[in-house]
């Protein structure tokens, strides 16, 4: 009655003596064919496993060593998991005279353990080799790549911006994408490669043989292609790339955890050059992962120590020149490394998600420092936080803000979040919601780094901005690329037509300031007024009268007309025209070299500008071209030696210089023209020469 099968054998196991009814359940034959045939159980044992079992039972039963595992095929052709074995039986004497054995269906236990050892090794989503299996596969390639001197690569794949799909779409179809994914793959490489799934929407490739290194960014290039067109999940069209990371075998490592680390890190690399391409790996990639994860443990104890602080930058208003504002930024002073720049570690909070621990503590710190000089009496501006784009994705941001400015007592309207414009259109309606939710509260918005986000105006207007901020890295420029200088204009036009203030952040000339003080830009920052400061140090800057830079066309708001401004680095030319010019009646400013030119400009109304072309510091054309960008309506003269007439020519012909006039030959031409672009009452013009 016992499931297993109970046989005996005489001891030269030439005759069946008996075997169970048990035989039949499991063979699928009838026991009576083994009293016909005692040769009968081996040819139902699979070809394979035949020879190995018939030595064992012949050497090994007699001795009570027999314990072994084969396949055996049933008569309806399925194959069985048989576990067998036997003991010798000996008679009065001592001596063996029967074998004794037992064989057990181990069919569903093997079953188990093959899936088992499936589950371990495999991705259950696209059956391809887990980490565990394509860690043996890439050893095992490894040395069959040493034994044959051959190369060998390995690249590290990471899909770009997968999570948007799950997000978007749910994650039943963002894993169908990675069973798609995993099929392109496949079908980009030889049998003899491996592409196994390391984790999320993170792949291996082990090039087994190659014939140079760079055959490598061939195949790179190829996934790349071949994930271009566009995936299909149950009717939603989505488009997908990659970024690639690839290390050789000898040159780059001969480790599997290091050739895997290593790829990995130019997979970073890949994504910091605009993802969608690949990177071989470099040393340097390693020291800065390394760097990284060094921040990363510092900033934790950092955080835990309290080793962050906050300076503040002042902004000011560019009409009377006094602070209207302050900018938080945050600092980390670490024990070992000193003052941390910025640049270095908020990277590293943005990819840990530290920055929405860290956020909330900027936002309470800024709070309680406004109490602060509230109490002590200090003349109170409002201060704006940077909000991140995980803040601005975080659950219940709304309730976090409301609490600090309720816990601190803080007028919302002194409060002002500054979120970057890649932020806001990352996902522009759930932004909408948000930003509502904390204008709600009182609090003001603005739009940071405005011009590299590529913002719709469509979205613009429905967000509840109230100011935007001119990128640094057109301010930097706008005084010397026309580009940037159409940009910056634009900017102001486009927020002043939909009631939006403007901050220009990152300004550090006078001529950039009255760049934007002539385009009308509200409020300008950067190290032209001040750095950003400790909070004792602002608090003083605070106390005093807050006057950060002379207040702007101080001449202008008196009424008095357009000033001329004269501008020669030779005292007597200079001299002699400013006399000239005097006993027309106008207002004479002069500058011996283009920075006090600048000044002049600056803080002055001008309305025409003669400059000689050979200076020192800048060429008159280079001069009146950067006056043309700051000072459109400027009428722009040169007047200057003969030999210069070509130079003046070619600058005409661009439009850099409007007139031309020789010294020593022109003065009362130039005396006419500027009349006529004046506007002044005709003189005497007795000695005018035609």
């Keep these: 009655n016992i499931p297993q099968v109970f046989w005996m054998t005489d001891a030269a196991q030439k005759d069946t003596i008996y075997v169970s009814p048990a035989y039949e359940k499991i063979t699928g034959r009838p026991v009576s064919e083994l009293a016909a045939e005692p040769q009968a159980w081996l040819r139902t044992i699979h070809g394979e496993d035949r020879e190995r079992v018939k030595y064992s039972r012949k050497e090994r039963a007699p001795l009570g060593t027999y314990d072994i595992e084969y396949r055996m095929l049933r008569s309806d052709g399925s194959l069985r998991w048989v576990h067998d074995r036997a003991f010798p039986v000996k008679n009065t004497r001592g001596e063996v005279y029967r074998i004794a054995g037992i064989a057990e269906d181990i069919t569903e236990r093997k079953q188990a353990q093959e899936q088992l050892a499936n589950l ?49 779409l749910g994650h039943i179809k963002g894993d169908l994408l990675l069973k798609q994914v995993a099929a392109r793959l496949g079908a980009c490489l030889r049998p003899t490669d491996t592409v196994g799934r390391l984790s999320g929407d993170e792949f291996a490739i082990i090039l087994s043989e190659l014939a140079e290194a760079q055959n490598a960014g061939y195949v790179a290039q190829k996934i790349i292609d071949a994930l271009a067109s566009p995936f299909d999940l149950d009717g939603n069209e989505v488009f997908v790339t990659a970024s690639i990371g690839i290390t050789l075998y000898p040159s780059d490592s001969r480790g599997v955890e290091t050739l895997v680390r290593d790829a990995d890190a130019a997979m970073y690399g890949a994504k910091a050059a605009g993802r969608n391409n690949y990177q071989y790996y470099t040393a340097e990639m390693n020291a800065r992962a390394t760097e990284k994860l060094q921040l990363e443990t510092g900033i934790r104890r950092g955080l835990e120590r309290g080793e962050l602080l906050l300076h503040y930058q002042p902004k000011i208003d560019i009409a009377s020149g006094r602070i209207s504002g302050l900018e938080a930024l945050l600092r980390w002073q670490s024990p070992e490394r000193g003052l941390v720049p910025p640049g270095q570690f908020i990277p590293v909070l ?79 309606e759930e932004a909408i919601i948000i930003l509502n939710e904390i204008k709600a509260l009182g609090v003001r918005l603005e739009a940071d780094d405005f011009g590299t986000g590529y913002s719709s105006l469509s979205y613009l207007k429905r967000f509840p901005l109230d100011a935007l901020k001119i990128d640094r890295s057109f301010v930097r420029d706008m005084t010397l690329d026309e580009d940037d200088a159409v940009i910056a204009r634009t900017v102001i036009t486009l927020a002043h037509s939909l009631g939006l203030k403007v901050i220009a952040e990152g300004v550090e000339t006078e001529e950039q300031l009255a760049f934007l003080g002539d385009n009308r830009c509200d409020e300008a920052q950067g190290f032209l007024f001040a750095r950003p400061l400790p909070a004792d140090d602002c608090r003083a800057l605070l106390s005093s009268n807050g006057l950060l830079h002379s207040p702007r066309r101080e001449a202008e708001a008196a009424g008095r007309k357009p000033a001329i401004l004269v501008v020669d680095d030779n005292k007597e030319d200079l001299m002699l025209a400013r006399i000239m010019l005097q006993k027309d009646g106008h207002n004479i400013l002069t500058a011996g070299d283009t920075r006090q030119a600048f000044e002049l400009l600056n803080n002055n109304r001008v309305g025409i500008v003669i400059s000689d072309q050979n200076m020192p510091q800048m060429s008159g054309v280079d001069f009146l071209r950067q006056v043309k960008l700051m000072y459109p309506e400027t009428v722009r003269i040169m007047f200057s030696g003969a030999r210069d007439f070509n130079t003046a020519t070619a600058a005409i012909n661009e439009g850099e210089v409007q007139r031309f006039f020789v010294k020593g030959r022109d003065e009362e031409l130039l005396r006419r023209e500027i009349k006529r672009k004046s506007g002044l009452p005709a003189r005497s013009l007795q000695n005018t020469t035609g």
């Design 120 to 168: 371990a090794h495999y991705d259950s989503l696209t059956g391809l080799p887990n980490r565990v299996l394509f860690n043996d596969r890439l050893r095992q390639a490894l040395a069959q790549a040493h034994r044959n001197q051959w190369i060998l690569g390995v690249l590290f794949l990471d899909l770009d911006r997968f999570k948007i799909v799950n997000d978007t």
């Design 350 to 428: 943005e990819e840990t998600g530290l920055i929405v621990q860290v956020g909330e503590w900027v936002l309470r710190t800024a709070c309680a420092q406004l109490k602060a000089w509230q109490q002590a009496g200090v003349r109170t501006v409002p201060v704006a936080i940077n909000l991140s784009a995980r803040q601005l994705r975080q659950q219940g941001f709304a309730a976090v803000l409301d609490h600090a400015l309720k816990e601190h007592g803080i007028d919302p309207q002194l409060i002002h979040m500054e979120i970057t414009e890649s932020a806001l259109m990352d996902n522009p």
